[in-house]
């Protein structure tokens, strides 16, 4: 992983290979410092400008008073972290579940589940553009599965959601797995930094949620294949105007209410890594823009305990190579009917049936 930040960053933001996502996020910031704001900087190399929340720029700021290469190094060092951190809590969690024995230790869960990641694509787009998706699915994942009903539970799920929309999904999931602390912390955190940003700078926050964030279309190349969320799927079918919209609108809702069941189900069964996993499907296939660096959740999918009759290890494993496949090879048509299968047509088991 190191050797691979360095390289990215060696390779600079206009090669070939450099961290255009990155290139962003800091030309934004920089646009910030001189006045400029944070909304009129667009990439030269890529045309995109800068899309989320005033608070996610404020947090990277630290990252402008070094040189590019040296902020690539740290940037990337920093995703192979949150890669390893994903990879042991999620091991850690499995290993107490697992029925079929080859993983019912925390050492072998932790680092097969860390080959998966490694050779999947969401990983490899995400070290290709410098994105931030692996830094919130380690804090959603770390409060979730490790910090349970203590204190500060909810509080690392608030700031993904206020570095990026995208999470807050996972704040009714607190909700549903009975723990109400948390989800009025995961609210009460992301209010105080939303507040925070907006004392920062009024005229970027305002900027923001009154306009930025209903911008959808504005985004580089919206519609194709590697995003894989429902609303550029029907795009890509021909579907557009008002037929698009209401065909998105009720299955959308379809999905995100059996995907909820389905979690709640298995938070009260005790597994809140299928919920996890359900629920990110989810977002994926919900959210208007699911890039491949955001499908990190799919990548997990294959640690989830289907439940087939005959409860055989050859099925699970049969599911895991084809889950692992999708999201490995260049398959990304196939991987909207993934989210959809994973947030609400694969039965999970839960442990009881173990």
């Not at 720029?57 to 994903?86: D, E, G, N, S």
């Not at 589940?113 to 770390?142: D, E, K, M, T, Y």
């Not at 799920?157 to 549903?176: C, D, H, N, R, Y």
Request: a neutral charge.
């Amino acid at each position: 992983m190191t050797a691979l930040a360095a390289y990215h960053a060696l390779h600079g933001p206009e090669g070939v290979h450099g961290l255009d996502d990155l290139e962003v996020y800091l030309g934004a910031v920089e646009s910030f410092k001189q006045g400029d704001g944070l909304y009129t900087f667009h990439s030269t190399d890529i045309g995109d400008g800068f899309t989320y929340p005033p608070f996610a720029a404020f947090t990277i700021i630290p990252l402008t008073f070094v040189p590019y290469t040296w902020a690539a190094v740290l940037w990337t060092c920093t995703c192979a972290a949150c890669t390893v951190i994903i990879a042991v809590v999620v091991g850690r969690h499995i290993a107490k579940k697992w029925p079929y024995g080859v993983l019912d230790d925390s050492a072998s869960s932790s680092g097969l589940v860390f080959l998966a990641i490694s050779i999947s694509a969401p990983l490899a787009s995400n070290l290709r553009f410098g994105q931030i998706s692996l830094l919130l699915c380690a804090l959603v994942i770390v409060d979730v599965l490790c910090l349970g009903r203590t204190r500060a539970a909810g509080v690392l799920v608030g700031i993904a959601t206020a570095i990026k929309l995208t999470p807050l999904i996972f704040i009714p999931l607190l909700w549903l797995a009975g723990r109400c602390r948390a989800t009025v912390m995961a609210v009460g955190t992301f209010a105080l930094c939303i507040l925070g940003a907006w004392a920062v700078s009024p005229a970027e926050s305002e900027k923001f949620w009154f306009s930025v964030v209903f911008q959808v279309d504005a985004v580089h190349a919206f519609t194709p294949s590697g995003n894989i969320s429902l609303d550029a799927s029907l795009q890509r079918l021909g579907l557009h105007g008002n037929a698009h919209t209401a065909i998105w609108a009720m299955l959308c809702l379809a999905v995100l209410v059996v995907a909820m069941y389905r979690a709640a189900q298995a938070c009260r069964a005790g597994d809140h890594f299928a919920a996890l996993v359900i629920v990110g499907a989810a977002s994926l296939v919900v959210s208007p823009i699911s890039w491949t660096h955001h499908q990190i959740w799919l990548v997990l999918a294959p640690f989830v305990v289907v439940r087939w009759p005959d409860r055989r290890w050859t099925a699970q494993a049969a599911w895991a190579a084809a889950v692992l496949a999708i999201m490995s090879l260049s398959l990304a048509e196939v991987r909207p009917l993934l989210a959809i299968a994973v947030a609400a047509l694969v039965p999970f088991r839960k442990p009881a049936d173990n």
